[in-house]
């Protein structure tokens, strides 16, 4: 595994919690930085790392936000999301890649911190990372979790084809003399937007971008920059002091072509790259980091039924989930900077249709929050369920799949299960009247039963 940001810490947790033998190359030198890029963890996110005893942890650390405000106008209220965690949690990233490295530590993990990849190659049983310290490491899989400028990605040659979207956005991280309520707030006048997130401990993170002030990433940025873009957008600038960190950004929409070459695989930012607009790289990461380990588990421990294919719906599976999330946080970057007439119409309308319809925002809600993502292979989403011993994410966390039927009738392993699983958690349902069967993958989505 090369990269331990957080899709590199998740799938390398799951692979040795499998019991499998992982080594985990970084840059960076060991310790986690107390500066963060993202702050917001969505619903999916936290179901995901319920499943692996993590989410109250995390939840722990930070602020749960129900309602977003955009545009001044648009209200989301996402106490209505049908899930455990009903929320946008506002955490700082470094909590969840604390808690993750910590999990895959204890799980076994051979961590190799100040190194990198220079190099790699594959023939039909193995592939070779070689590392800039002059070691080289052998394995049957290697997954490139390096990021946006993913070593691994250029190594396989393959290309990252998109655009730079927005440019010179600001950021800062500070503490506020008013109180901008507890909303999550987005506001956008016709030449500057801002957007500021409460951390829960007194600091807030404040984005803002002015047309008017476009400069490359390395051009030094003030606090009294900052705060006049956020006085341009929002009429205040909430009187912003004692700034911890300051950074102008740029930021592209990329997507890597496949996920997968041979035996080598991206995920992460590796894969894909977007706009910050509704906090969504991470938290995409980190799906396909779960929708990944699984199967290369299932592949390593020899219970794959079809090895090829299994590992094929990894990226048939998360290659439009990545697409879906390219086009929505453009989308909302672009209305943000919408400067004509007409494009500041159609904002007013999109925000107006968002507001009244509630199919739109349920859908709307349901993609950003992740919980209403499915996959064309039929594979959906499974809502938490009360069993008659515990609930479905407790015994998903031995990180096998799991076979729910009524109580007193145990159903056998579907003939159509992609795996022949060492290890079958069979459980009943809580309903005494529920007479179904469901057979749930480790990442918590059906398998459908009928092939
Ligand atoms: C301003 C800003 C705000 C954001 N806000 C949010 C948000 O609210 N919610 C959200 O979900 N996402 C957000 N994101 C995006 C989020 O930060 C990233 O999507 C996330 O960090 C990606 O995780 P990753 O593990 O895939 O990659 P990274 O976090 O980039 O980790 C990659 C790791 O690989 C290492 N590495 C790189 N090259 C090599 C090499 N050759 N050899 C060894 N190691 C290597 C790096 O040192 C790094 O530790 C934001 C991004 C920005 C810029």
Same mark, same amino acid.
Do not use: C
């Given at each position: 595994?090369?990269?331990?940001?957080?899709?590199?810490?998740?799938?390398?947790?799951?692979?040795?919690?499998?019991?499998?033998?992982?080594?985990?190359?970084?840059?960076?030198?060991?310790?986690?930085?107390?500066?963060?890029?993202?702050?917001?963890?969505?619903?999916?996110?936290?179901?995901?790392?319920?499943?692996?005893?993590?989410?109250?942890?995390?939840?722990?650390?930070?602020?749960?936000?129900?309602?977003?405000?955009?545009?001044?106008?648009?209200?989301?209220?996402?106490?209505?999301?049908?899930?455990?965690?009903?929320?946008?949690?506002?955490?700082?990233?470094?909590?969840?890649?604390?808690?993750?490295?910590?999990?895959?530590?204890?799980? +076994?993990? %051979?961590?190799?911190?100040?190194?990198?990849? =220079? $190099? &790699?190659?594959? #023939?039909? *049983?193995?592939?070779? @990372?070689?590392?800039?310290?002059?070691?080289?490491?052998?394995?049957?899989?290697?997954?490139?979790?390096?990021?946006?400028?993913?070593?691994?990605?250029?190594?396989?040659?393959?290309?990252?084809?998109?655009?730079?979207?927005?440019?010179?956005?600001?950021?800062?991280?500070?503490?506020?003399?008013?109180?901008?309520?507890?909303?999550?707030?987005?506001?956008?006048?016709?030449?500057?937007?801002?957007?500021?997130?409460?951390?829960?401990?007194?600091?807030?993170?404040?984005?803002?971008?002015?047309?008017?002030?476009?400069?490359?990433?390395?051009?030094?940025? +003030?606090? %009294?920059?900052?705060?006049?873009?956020?006085? =341009? $957008? &929002?009429?205040? #600038?909430? *009187?912003?002091?004692? @700034?911890?960190?300051?950074?102008?950004?740029?930021?592209?929409?990329?997507?890597?072509?496949?996920?997968?070459?041979?035996?080598?695989?991206?995920?992460?930012?590796?894969?894909?790259?977007?706009?910050?607009?509704?906090?969504?790289?991470?938290?995409?990461?980190?799906?396909?980091?779960?929708?990944?380990?699984?199967?290369?588990?299932?592949?390593?421990?020899?219970?794959?039924?079809?090895?090829?294919?299994?590992?094929?719906?990894?990226?048939?599976?998360?290659?439009?989930?990545?697409?879906?999330?390219?086009?929505?946080?453009?989308?909302?970057?672009?209305?943000?900077?919408?400067?004509?007439?007409?494009?500041?119409?159609?904002?007013?309308?999109?925000?107006?249709?968002?507001?009244?319809?509630?199919?739109?925002?349920?859908?709307?809600?349901?993609?950003?929050?992740?919980?209403?993502?499915?996959?064309?292979?039929?594979?959906?989403?499974?809502?938490?369920?009360?069993?008659?011993?515990?609930?479905?994410?407790?015994?998903?966390?031995?990180?096998?799949?799991?076979?729910?039927?009524?109580?007193?009738?145990?159903?056998?392993?579907?003939?159509?299960?992609?795996?022949?699983?060492?290890?079958?958690?069979?459980?009943?349902?809580?309903?005494?009247?529920?007479?179904?069967?469901?057979?749930?993958?480790?990442?918590?989505?059906?398998?459908?039963?009928?092939?």
């Amino acid at each position: 595994m090369i990269g331990a940001g957080p899709t590199g810490l998740l799938l390398a947790g799951d692979l040795a919690a499998a019991g499998l033998r992982v080594t985990l190359v970084e840059r960076r030198p060991p310790g986690i930085s107390n500066l963060t890029r993202a702050f917001s963890v969505h619903a999916r996110t936290l179901e995901q790392l319920d499943a692996r005893g993590l989410a109250d942890d995390l939840v722990a650390t930070g602020t749960p936000v129900t309602d977003l405000r955009l545009f001044g106008r648009l209200a989301l209220d996402l106490s209505r999301l049908p899930t455990r965690y009903p929320y946008l949690l506002l955490t700082p990233q470094y909590e969840v890649e604390r808690l993750l490295e910590r999990r895959a530590s204890s799980a +076994g993990v %051979d961590f190799r911190y100040g190194t990198e990849l =220079r $190099a &790699l190659r594959q #023939d039909a *049983g193995s592939v070779t @990372a070689e590392l800039a310290d002059g070691t080289a490491l052998r394995a049957r899989h290697l997954v490139g979790a390096d990021g946006s400028r993913s070593a691994v990605r250029t190594a396989l040659g393959l290309p990252f084809p998109g655009a730079s979207v927005i440019r010179s956005m600001v950021l800062a991280d500070v503490r506020l003399a008013e109180e901008p309520g507890k909303l999550l707030t987005v506001t956008a006048s016709e030449d500057a937007f801002a957007f500021i997130a409460p951390f829960g401990d007194g600091w807030y993170r404040v984005m803002g971008w002015d047309r008017t002030r476009q400069a490359d990433d390395d051009e030094p940025v +003030g606090l %009294d920059e900052v705060r006049e873009i956020t006085r =341009r $957008a &929002l009429g205040s #600038d909430l *009187g912003m002091h004692d @700034a911890r960190w300051i950074s102008r950004f740029h930021s592209d929409e990329r997507q890597a072509p496949a996920y997968r070459s041979g035996r080598v695989f991206l995920a992460g930012d590796a894969a894909h790259v977007h706009s910050p607009a509704g906090g969504q790289g991470m938290n995409t990461g980190l799906q396909d980091a779960a929708n990944l380990s699984w199967k290369l588990a299932a592949v390593l421990r020899g219970e794959a039924r079809d090895p090829e294919a299994l590992l094929d719906s990894y990226q048939a599976e998360r290659h439009p989930v990545g697409a879906t999330v390219l086009r929505s946080s453009g989308a909302l970057v672009r209305l943000a900077m919408a400067r004509t007439p007409l494009r500041r119409a159609a904002r007013a309308l999109a925000t107006r249709l968002l507001g009244t319809l509630r199919p739109v925002a349920a859908r709307a809600m349901g993609q950003i929050s992740g919980i209403g993502i499915g996959y064309a292979s039929g594979a959906r989403r499974v809502p938490d369920e009360p069993l008659r011993e515990g609930r479905l994410y407790e015994a998903l966390r031995e990180g096998e799949f799991v076979l729910i039927g009524p109580a007193g009738a145990p159903a056998p392993l579907p003939a159509t299960a992609p795996v022949t699983p060492g290890r079958l958690i069979r459980a009943a349902w809580a309903d005494p009247a529920r007479r179904d069967t469901l057979l749930v993958r480790p990442d918590g989505y059906t398998t459908p039963l009928q092939g």
